[in-house]
């Protein structure tokens, strides 16, 4: 296997919640243009870990280093330009907007940094429409969010992060709540952005997970149980144990 | 036909606004023009509160330090240091921009109910100071400015600013500056990003917004358009009085936005005309105005739940910026 050098890494990265050890100290490297899923039992830390490599929260102790920088003091909307997007497991769009204007604020936040582009209201539309377009929601671009089916908001919440041209994607629970027949076309869809971008994946659909995922990371207790391919954490003992409680 | 953008609608409304606010200094009688030039400075101050309050959510109870600022800096440096009126002005905008950068910076650590307390408590400090340093401001008891510091000077000439006609023009153009600066801010992207902040701010700080740079920057702004409407105050009317920092002037602004609509670019001057025409009708027939007012705001709130322009937009023109 080629040497890939890892777009992030962290390292003995640790937050407490009072007595709580909801991290701690994790070891973590994801080489870019992977698709990785964190799965574990609830409570296991999962959100509170990708929390910490986006910014979210602050960590009591350890490091984040995103493309061979240390990022740890780095605040999130910082994180964000430098390419990490994280969708929320709590879907998080403006309900009073249309769906083409919860996409416009990402592109144009893109935008303003892209100096050889720039900001024009040209510009703006063409990325907000081809986000919609890739996530399947184009013929939406006019509706109110909050009047979007949830499965079609959480499509959008998606969009968000793509407009935001990430170099990671940090999905957090995305399938969480959608039908089956949706949940198909979001397996389509995360393989598509996964050709592009590298996709950190907290799931709980091991269908999903088992699709997706080029190598999967088990969390217990705020520690890393087990990591490597679908095929080896499916045979792995601890695994079967924490999950079976067997 | 062609149908109109709402683009286009929502520019040809503000200009209609304006042409009408300028018959009116024509066609008024001298009383009404006089509470008129009033109400366009003051709404002015409702326009700066809207940006911060109606449009990026920020409850302060403190604009009336902005105001203040604005009027002492132009009133104290034309009274003692005999500025004329256009550098005075300035010192008005410069006092409003420091004070809001200053208080912004510390205020903005906190949200909600914090925000409202830390804002008053910069507010009461202000005020107090307007009152320690009396030998200076003369307190309660105020400052007039003699009518000869109230010029404008002009290449080519000077306006007299205490005539009517020119007050009500002058005050009308202060107006119309600030009305289309709000309108173009917010439809431009930083306006979009102030809504959505009110919306969301989380998700906007996960978009990569700078929320805290992009409040500060609307509390400044807003700030700047309070002092401008307290600048143009000192040196329109020729009174600068501690009065004017009270909490009753944090309040009026928030109150004058709530009846004229939050959030939309003309409710700030509806709800000040609304607001002064109430009082002064209820006051002209009964020493027991303020419960006729209150009576009045309840059935505003009761027929116009958010606020009177507020509820135009929601109900009949979408289009309402």
Known sequence: MAAVKPLLETHGLGRSFGGLRAVDGVDFSLPEGETHAIIGPNGAGKTTFVSLICGRVAPTD????????????????????????????????????????????????????????GLSSRALTEHGVDALQKVGLGDHADKVAGNLSYGHQRLLEVAMGLALRPRLLILDEPTQGLSDSEIENFIALVRQIGEEATVLLIEHNMDVVMALAERITVMEQGRILAQGAPAEIRANQAVQQAYLGG | MTRLTPSTKSIALHVGVVLLLLALNFLLPEYHRGVFARVLVLAVFAMGYNLAFGYTGLLSLGHAMFFAAGLYGAGLTIYHLEWSVWPAFGAGLAAGVVVALAVGFLALRTTG???????????????????????????????????????????????????????????????AIVLAAILFLVRAPYGRSLIAIRENEERMRMLG????????????????????????????????????????????????????????????????????????????????????????????????????IGTVRERWLPWLP
């Open chain 1, 62 to 117: 350890g490091r984040v280093v995103f493309d061979g920088k240390d990022i740890s003091l780095m605040p999130a909307h910082k994180r964000v330009r430098a390419g990490i997007a994280y969708t929320f497991q709590i879907t998080s769009v403006f309900a009073n907007l249309t769906a083409f204007d919860n996409v416009a604020l990402a592109v144009q936040r893109q935008l303003i940094d892209d100096h050889e582009r």
């Open chain 2, 113 to 175: 109910v914090a925000f409202m307390i830390v804002t008053l408590m910069f507010a009461q400090v202000f005020y107090l100071m307007t009152l320690y340093f009396t030998t200076y401001t003369r307190g309660e008891e105020g400052l007039v400015l003699p009518q000869e510091t109230r010029v404008l000077g002009f290449p080519g000439g000077v306006l007299d600013l205490s005539d009517p006609s020119t007050r009500y023009l002058v005050a009308l153009s202060l107006f």
């Open chain 2, 209 to 308: 917004y700078d929320v805290f740079a992009n409040k500060l920057m609307a509390v400044v702004l807003s700030g700047l358009f309070c002092a401008a409407s307290g600048a143009a105050y000192a040196v329109l009317f020729g009174y600068v009085g501690s009065g004017f920092a009270a909490i009753q002037y944090s309040i009026l602004p928030l109150l004058w936005v709530l009846v004229g609509g939050a959030a939309t670019t003309l409710g700030p001057l509806i709800g000040t005309l609304f607001m002064f025409y109430v009082i002064d009708t209820a006051s002209s027939y009964t020493t027991a105005h303020l419960m006729v007012v209150g009576l009045v705001l309840i059935g505003v709130i009761l027929f116009f739940p958010k606020g009177i």
